[in-house]
Each structure stands twice: as structure tokens, then as C-alpha cells.
């Protein structure tokens, strides 16, 4: 059955899939063409007739990516689809209805690969269950997040915001409501809506945000922004200027992004926030965690939190867990922390008995996505008028001979509530060989709408007192400020 819906720019054709209506490749931006792949998003061009919207369109230039002997296929998708009118959205409806929540949602993928095209971001469960699901490419690399002279920062945060701005116009024509917006995104997507939170133009265009293993420590400043842009430059052989840039087709600049690993972005002040596993973040002069303790994003309630072991995915598939030493230990904390040796000790005397591949992962992933996510929370949960909830994912999957674990993206499939889907599991995929439970899946992804429609999720919220958190797997478990000592020592 066919749909057609008239949004502020032309009307489109999407397709009814069981109880959702599906709309893709929407655009809610011009295209990024030549100078202006690094200038503000502009509006796109009005259209006639009705345009189609039942197939996926381009995405963001972007080079395949792959995590060691890891298929992550359904997260990052399948890599470079071309075109320039990429600055889309999908929209996943219900079949009937008006006054719906709306989310709007903003993969990961390192700030360099990801798209709406990925199988895991499928929001048919969320049409079914009365929410108007919207998902959002936006410029990823050298385009989406290099610093430029001459250019605007952040650039793929700016398309992230004129999409919510496309929402707050277009939701009612899909059945939701435009005063009743959830922002959320995982990894490199929820640093991004940490970066909404805290950018004032943002203001009102959203309710409620989920940061799903982000982190509101995870910007750049503009000195270590500056090294990437200067390797940037050297690679292509041009001026480290937005004027030089403009004229280096998107093919030079994504293989160009491929070879910016390696920078040393340590500085007399700061130590690499992604600990050199990406070239590109937010850049900003002030941390988003800061800024929302001074007050921004104080009106919005927040869901926020992270997997119990973020740190496996960067160290199970690529081979290098089970054969962590001391020194591996030692050097994942002097990459991450300026007293190494107090950090190590803390994390020993708090995991008795945890071995050199554990303590190397727990400090990977506090240093990623861990501290960043409760400084945060505490920020926010500073401000009253809104509420703050924190979350603990903690169901191991068992990949990789089940040392996978609840490594970085495990939660993902659970929010979605596409657990069952056979691409996720096998002996190398997200959800390992066999079945996933689906009682975890559905209460999940219940938990998320739940937060949508009404700001709570079902737990008590987080202040900087008891620091309530939900421990999510095959129990819900409700504890107090775990594992204080390593909060305090990050802070």
C-alpha cells in the first residue's frame, strides 16, 4: 500500500510495511556540493509532484569500516552508497494516529561511517508501538568534522540540528507532535546529541534526550583539532583552509581521513578524549558536560548511559584482549588519565581478582564513555526541573566464543527491538550463535518509548547523591553510585 504524505518541501511516496508506514531518503537539507560540503547546512529546493520514498538513498561519504574479525555490517552498514542529496531522514509512522511521540535518532560509527541505511536502525518496532521514528544521515570526516578556517565547526552536529528543525516542521504530517521530540544516538551519535544538549540554537527544538555510550567529555579542543588539519592538509597537498578544501573531490577526502590515525593529540592540558581511535570528534572550547553545568539543556529530561564492558569491542575482535599484560594495563591508563599508576591501583582494589584484559578494558571504557557519561549526568542531575536517569546495560552476548561480552553496541538491537534478526547473530556477529532474549528486547525497547512519552523510564533518578542506576540485563537490578571509586578518581 502506497502512502503519500506533503511535507514544507514537496510531497512523498512511502510504503506501508505491516503496521508502519516507511518514508526514506527525505531530504531535510540542500546537498552538500563543492564549498559547500564545509559551509552551514542550507535549505533544499521546494519539488513537484511526489517524490519517491520507498527506496534508500545515498549516504555520507565514507570508507568501509570493520572491527577486527567482528561483522559489524548491520551497525555500520554497507558502507559509501553515492549521491550528493545525503542530508536525509527516514521516517518510520504508524499507520494511523496524531499528538505521537517522535525520536530522532543518530548513529555511531566514529564520526567517519554510519548511515540510516544500517539494518539496526530499522524503526518499524517503534511505528508499531505508537512512536514516529526519525532517522538522520549527516556529514561524517573531513566534511562533517575537520577543523577548518574559513568554515564552521561541527558541521555534521549543524546538519544534525537542521534536521530537528525539518522535524519540528514536518512531524505533525506523519502523526507526531512537534513539542514531544527525544533526541537520542549511540557512540559517536550520542557525543552529538550531548553536543545538542549544550548548544543554545538547539534550544526547544527537542524534550528529552538518550545519550547511549557517549560522552560529555568526548570534544575536541581546537589545538588538538588544529594537528588533524594540518595531517589533513599534508595528505591532500593543499592549504589547511575551507577555500583549499572546497575544490578536493569527496573520493580524496575519504581516503585522505583513512590515513589521519596516528596523531599524537596530547597536549599540555589535554589528553586524547577517543584515546586515538578516531581523528575526529566535536571541537569545541568549552566540554558539553561544562556547558550543561552551567546551565544549558537544564529543561530537558535525560536518559544516559553505557554498556558494563564498552572497552571489549576495541580489544576481542582485533586479537588483543587475551593476551593483555601489565603494560597493556598501564599504557590504556597513561593514554587516558594524568596519574596512570593511582588510576590502575583504584581500578585493582575495585575489581578483585579482575584480570590484566579486564582492568585494561574497564579503563578503555571509562576512558571513552564512562566518565564522560556520569560527569554528564551529574551535571545535569546539578539543575532541578528536569530529570536525569543513568543506566548500567550489563547482558553479555556471546560472540567470539563468548568473550564478547556487553562490549560497545551490544544494547543497540534491544532498543530497536530487532534482537531476533538472523544478520545479528553467528559466531562473529553482534548477538553470537543462538537467540538473544527476547523478554530483554521488548521490556528495552519499552523502557525508551516509555522515557519518550513521559520523561521517566521506570527507576529512580540519578542525583548527585545516591547516583541511582539500572542495571538492564536478564534481571533489572536498581543500585546506588556503583563502583564509587572509580567515579572519584576520574573526576
Do not use: C
Not at 513537484?48 to 570493520?66: F, H, L, W
Not at 543554545?200 to 560529555?216: D, K
Not at 584482549?321 to 583504584?346: F, M, N, Q
Amino acid at each position: 500500500m502506497i502512502d503519500i504524505v506533503t511535507t514544507t518541501r514537496g510531497a512523498v511516496r512511502g510504503v506501508r510495511r505491516g503496521a508502519a508506514r516507511v518514508f526514506l531518503n527525505i531530504p531535510y537539507a540542500a546537498p552538500p556540493r563543492g564549498a559547500g560540503r564545509f559551509a552551514p547546512p542550507e535549505p533544499h529546493e521546494p519539488w513537484d509532484g511526489v517524490r519517491d520514498a520507498t527506496a534508500p538513498g545515498p549516504n555520507a561519504p565514507q570508507s568501509e569500516r570493520r572491527i577486527g574479525e567482528m561483522d559489524m555490517s548491520a551497525y555500520f552498514g554497507a558502507g559509501w552508497s553515492r549521491g550528493e542529496d545525503y542530508l536525509t531522514v527516514s521516517v518510520f509512522a504508524p499507520a494511523s494516529g496524531e499528538g505521537l511521540p517522535v525520536m530522532v535518532f543518530v548513529h555511531g560509527g566514529g564520526f567517519v561511517a554510519g548511515s540510516t541505511r544500517s539494518p539496526l536502525y530499522d524503526g518499524s518496532a517503534f511505528a508499531r508501538d505508537g512512536v514516529v521514528l526519525v532517522t538522520v544521515n549527516y556529514r561524517l570526516g573531513i566534511a562533517g568534522f575537520l577543523d577548518l578556517p574559513g568554515a564552521p565547526a561541527n558541521r555534521g552536529l549543524l546538519d544534525v540540528a537542521a534536521a530537528l528543525r525539518w522535524v519540528r516542521e514536518n512531524a505533525a504530517a506523519f502523526g507526531g507532535d512537534p513539542s514531544n521530540v527525544t533526541l537520542f544516538g549511540q557512540s559517536a551519535g550520542a557525543t552529538i546529541v550531548g553536543g545538542v544538549l549544550a548548544t543554545p540554537e538547539a534550544a526547544g527544538l527537542f524534550q528529552r534526550a538518550i545519550v547511549q555510550s557517549g560522552s560529555g567529555l568526548g570534544a575536541f579542543t581546537r589545538e588538538q583539532a588544529m594537528r588533524v588539519t594540518e595531517k589533513a592538509a599534508e595528505i591532500l597537498g593543499v592549504a589547511p583552509h575551507a577555500a583549499a578544501f572546497a575544490g578536493v573531490p569527496d573520493e580524496h577526502l575519504v581516503e585522505a581521513a583513512t590515513r589521519l590515525g596516528g596523531i599524537n593529540l596530547r597536549t599540555a592540558t589535554r589528553r586524547d578524549p577517543l584515546i586515538g581511535l578516531s581523528p575526529f570528534s566535536l571541537v569545541l572550547d568549552t566540554q558539553p558536560a561544562d556547558a550543561v553545568t552551567a546551565g544549558l539543556g537544564s529543561g530537558v529530561d535525560l536518559l544516559v548511559g553505557t554498556t558494563s564492558e564498552e572497552g571489549n569491542l576495541y580489544l576481542v575482535p582485533v586479537g588483543t584482549y587475551e593476551g593483555s599484560t601489565a603494560a597493556d594495563v598501564h599504557e590504556a591508563a597513561a593514554r587516558s588519565h594524568p596519574d596512570p599508576a593511582g588510576l590502575v591501583e583504584t581500578y585493582r582494589a575495585s575489581r578483585p581478582g579482575a584480570s590484566h584484559a579486564e582492568l585494561r578494558s574497564a579503563i578503555m571504557g571509562d576512558a571513552l564513555f564512562g566518565a564522560g557519561s556520569r560527569a554528564l549526568a551529574s551535571a545535569h542531575a546539578a539543575h532541578p526541573g528536569s530529570g536525569t536517569y543513568v543506566y548500567e546495560f550489563t547482558w553479555r552476548s556471546p560472540a567470539l566464543g563468548g568473550r564478547l561480552g556487553a562490549a560497545h553496541t551490544v544494547e543497540l538491537p534491544f532498543v530497536f527491538d530487532l534482537a531476533h534478526r538472523p544478520e545479528l547473530h553467528g559466531p562473529d556477529a553482534l548477538l553470537g550463535p543462538g537467540e538473544a532474549p527476547a523478554d530483554l528486547a521488548t521490556r528495552v525497547h519499552e523502557t525508551w518509548i516509555r522515557f519518550a512519552r513521559t520523561g521517566k523510564p521506570g527507576w529512580d533518578s540519578y542525583d548527585t547523591g545516591r547516583r541511582a542506576t539500572m542495571r538492564i540485563g536478564t534481571a533489572w537490578t536498581q543500585i546506588d553510585d556503583p563502583r564509587p571509586e572509580e567515579r572519584r578518581v576520574w573526576t
